[in-house]
């Protein structure tokens, strides 16, 4: 697939990764339907897309809402006319123990309400969101492409059993999307990114920064426009379905 002139949607968009997804295709001529509920930073997001000559316009959107998703890919299929790539980037982090002990007494645990926010943003958006996308895909019968943000915690993370949990789920998903829908046209894909120089990792003192670099072989994060150079590989390549490209510097779980 040609990235010009294409419509490519992104959940998430307003910052990290998912912004430099928004600029990198601009750059290349794709008109960019932003998604996020950061009102304030999509904008600014949205407007750095136009002012590299592409249409763009941002939609303020909770991916863990059926109506809300319903809605907002109706009005990018409306306002833009197509509907070419959805990349579901769209994410929280709640990171905490499933228990917690202290001189061998519990003294906390992973509440439900972690548990829960994470899988229905990380997990359940993405599902709605590839649906909702999937089923535009067909009606105008065009094919087109899917990507997923998966994680290198996917394989577990201590701390993170809601992260890890959803994140298997999403690369999974790949899957089964890339069997179900290439009868259409529709390609699926994801990437598990490994630690990324995002705001959170950015935030971080240097000592504990460091201590995150030490196990990666390339002793370095990686970049937001590192993780937007192998979705731009997903897109162009039209034999590339139903896998999930690892970009974590060498780091393992």
Known sequence: MK??????VITGAARGIGRAL???????????????????????ATQQCIDLGVRAKAYTVDVAREADVAAALDAVVREFGSLDVIINNAGIVKDALLIKVKDGDVVG??????????????????????????????????????????????????GQSNYAAAKSGVASMTVVWAKEL????IRVGSIAPGFTHTDILAAMKPEVLEKVIAPVPLKRLGQPDEIAHAAQFIIENDFFTGRCVDLDGGLRL
Do not use: P
Request: with cysteine.
């Open 22 to 44: 928004a600029v990198r295709f601009a750059g290349q001529g794709a008109h960019i339907a932003l998604l996020d509920m950061n009102a304030a930073d999509l904008a600014a």
């Open 109 to 158: 645990k992973m509440s439900l309400e972690q548990w829960r926010a994470v899988i229905d943003v990380n997990l359940t958006g993405v599902f709605l969101c590839a649906r909702e996308a999937a089923e535009r895909m067909i009606k105008l019968a065009k094919g087109g492409v899917i990507i997923n943000i998966s994680s290198i915690s996917r394989h577990g993370n201590a």
């Open 3 to 8: 990235i010009k002139d294409k419509t490519i």
């Open 182 to 185: 290439a009868r259409y046209g």
